[in-house]
């Protein structure tokens, strides 16, 4: 069958709708801030900003291997995490249109056996490192009638064991983002990103007791990204309020 029995002519003389052109425009030139940007799903998201045309600004505690904008910082000391992010934007043009925040840790172990250091801390950076980044973005957001994604987890809809700090972590997130949508709606568009088990460093030093199996299916985490700019891309008005995205058998889902 030749091509020209299933294609449209197009006039290349034919006038382009502006309005059609500058939102296509818009939509590839944003600037997005990702926490945990240097690895993971942090560094898979960072990827997939620059490929769509985007600006990457990326908080984390070591540089990110792309040559983008960044700066160091440590989520569980939230002052420092408002500044960088007011910092770090202003010196990059001053205007964000979308945040990811990816930046998480775990410390795995029954409650009485892991350090209450370490318990704590997993909350500071997974739940109040994201609240430190959505306060100091805010306003810069709603100026820019830009978006938010926030990292949950399976694991922050499932609870298990030995699993107290990440639980209660992801949780947090869950609670905190669906009362920031309710919040911001109009004015911010937030979405919670629910992600299962990825292939990525997280897993990396762990006891392996809490490793996922040898056979376990384990999703790419460029896929998680793209769904993550797919969010921060949607038209006004549309909101996607929640994604669960994980492998076809992620035994933590449903």
Partial sequence: MSNSATSESVDPTESVDPAAATEADASTSRTVLITGGASGLGAATVRA?????????????????????HRLVDLADTSATEEAVTDLVAAHGGALDGVFTAAGIDSCGRLDDVPSKDWERVVHVNLLGTVAVARAALPLLESSGGRLVTCASTLGIK????????????????????????????????????????????????????????????????????????????????????????????????
Avoid at 49 to 69: E, K, N, S
Avoid at 168 to 191: H, M, Q
Avoid at 226 to 249: D, I, K, M, N
Wanted: charge should be negative; include cysteine.
């Fill in 49 to 69: 900003v620059l490929a769509h045309g985007g600006q990457p600004l990326v908080l984390d505690r070591v540089a990110p291997q792309a040559d983008v904008p």
């Fill in 159 to 254: 609870a298990v064991s030995d699993a107290t700090a990440y639980c209660a972590s992801k949780f947090g997130v869950v609670g905190f983002t669906r009362a920031l949508a309710a919040e911001t709606a109009g004015r911010v568009g937030v979405t919670l990103l629910i992600p299962g088990g990825m292939h990525t460093p997280f897993f990396d030093g762990r006891d392996e007791q809490y490793k996922p199996p040898p056979d376990a299916k384990l999703n790419d985490p460029a896929h998680v990204a793209e769904t993550v700019w797919f969010a921060l891309t949607q038209p006004a008005g549309c909101e996607l309020r929640e994604l669960v995205v994980c492998a076809a058998t992620e035994s933590s889902w449903p």
